[in-house]
């Protein structure tokens, strides 16, 4: 079950977050738009998803090393 979970989440906070991050680095430049890095919430999410899913990913790697050659679960 939890790997099922991890299965759909792990790509959905890299791919999302991503998207996310981008998105904020576009509406900065395109309009001018400026968020303090360290004093807002929305840099911190969209960095802290993709990083989230990494760790996912190395976590998951490290727990089943099944994963690390290809086999089938």
Avoid at 2 to 22: E, K, N, S
Avoid at 23 to 47: D, E, K, Q
Wanted: glycine share 14%; with cysteine.
């Amino acid at each position: 079950m939890l790997a099922r979970m991890l299965d759909i989440l792990i790509p959905v906070l890299l791919i999302g977050g991503g998207l996310f991050y981008v998105g904020l680095l576009a509406a900065g430049l395109l309009v001018g738009w400026h968020l303090p890095y360290p004093a807002s919430y929305w840099w911190l999410a969209g960095t802290g998803c993709p990083a989230l899913g990494l760790a996912l990913m190395y976590w998951r790697a490290q727990s089943d090393p099944s994963l690390l050659e290809g086999e089938e679960e």
